[in-house]
């Protein structure tokens, strides 16, 4: 089991900056796969960012150049650094896990944040 808690979204202009934060509750060595999807009203959910294998790095071409991943190992954490934001960036965004052992390929789903991009 993964919990994931993601916090740091908002209200912003567009131009400005955001940083989303999603929180694991187990050692993130021990997952395969973390990442960041949105979600925008009557859109189907995205991937825009994701840690593949090792330290490899997977981006939306919609975000890249403007977003970027990261995390703090020590902290259990994953980031989202979201720069030159646009209106279109406006959606619900998710943290995600995926834990594969064996037979077994789980997915995790943090609660969602709220971000909302103001032209």
């Known amino acids: 089991q993964v919990q994931l808690v993601e916090s740091g979204g908002g209200l912003v202009q567009a131009g400005g900056s955001l940083r989303l934060s999603c929180a694991a509750s187990?050692?993130?060595?021990?997952?395969?796969?973390m990442g960041w999807y949105r979600q925008a009203p009557g859109k189907q959910r995205e991937l825009i960012a994701a840690?593949?294998?090792?330290?490899?790095?997977n981006y939306a071409d919609s975000v890249k150049g403007r977003f970027t991943i990261s995390r703090d190992n020590a902290k259990n954490t994953v980031y989202l650094q979201m720069n030159s934001l646009k209106p279109e960036d406006t959606a619900v965004y998710y943290c995600?896990?995926?834990?594969?052992?064996?037979?077994?390929?789980?997915?995790?789903w943090g609660q969602g944040t709220q971000v909302t991009v103001s032209s």
């Open positions: 187990r050692s993130i060595f021990t997952i395969n796969a």
């Open positions: 995600n896990a995926r834990v594969v052992r064996g037979p077994y390929d789980d997915e995790y």
């Open positions: 840690f593949t294998s090792g330290s490899n790095t």
